[in-house]
Nanobody, 123 residues
Framework: QLQLVESGGGLVQPGGSLRLSCTAS???????????MAWYRQAPGKQRESVAA???????NYADSVSGRFTISRDNAKNTVYLQMSSLKPEDTAVYYC??????????????WGQGTQVTVSS
C-alpha cells in the first residue's frame, strides 16, 4: 500500500524558517507517475486550505497568504515534495498535509494524503 510520509514540522519563532518534506513510501513500484503534488494546512477551528501545488512539469501556484514566503519543489526521482517556508508568521500555525495525485500501472488514479505535521509559529 502506498503512503505519504511527512517530516519537518516543529516550533519556530516568528520570522523563522522551516522545510517540510513528503515522500511516497510503501508500494512505490505500483506508481506509473505522480501528477500534481500539493500542500494543504488546517488551523484549529478552520477548514483545510490549499497552500501550494506543483505539477509534474514544475508549474507552481500559491495561496496569496504565502506567496513570496513559501516555495514548493519536488524531486520526481525520489517521489518527494518539499515546502520551504520562510518569514513565518503566527497565522501560519497549522497542521500541514501533503497530497499527491498518483497514476498507477493499470491506468487508475488515486489521491493520497499524508498524516499531517504540526507547524507552530510562536515566540
Amino acid at each position: 500500500q502506498l503512503q505519504l510520509v511527512e517530516s519537518g514540522g516543529g516550533l519556530v519563532q516568528p520570522g523563522g524558517s522551516l522545510r517540510l518534506s513528503c515522500t511516497a513510501s510503501g508500494s512505490t513500484g505500483s506508481i506509473f507517475s505522480i501528477k500534481t503534488m500539493a500542500w494543504y494546512r488546517q488551523a484549529p477551528g478552520k477548514q483545510r486550505e490549499s497552500v501550494a501545488a506543483i505539477t509534474s512539469s514544475g508549474s507552481t501556484n500559491y495561496a496569496d497568504s504565502v506567496s513570496g514566503r513559501f516555495t514548493i519543489s519536488r524531486d520526481n526521482a525520489k517521489n518527494t515534495v518539499y515546502l520551504q517556508m520562510s518569514s513565518l508568521k503566527p497565522e501560519d500555525t497549522a497542521v500541514y498535509y501533503c497530497n499527491a495525485d498518483v497514476v498507477h500501472y493499470g491506468g487508475f488514479s488515486l489521491a493520497y494524503w499524508g498524516q499531517g505535521t504540526q507547524v507552530t509559529v510562536s515566540s
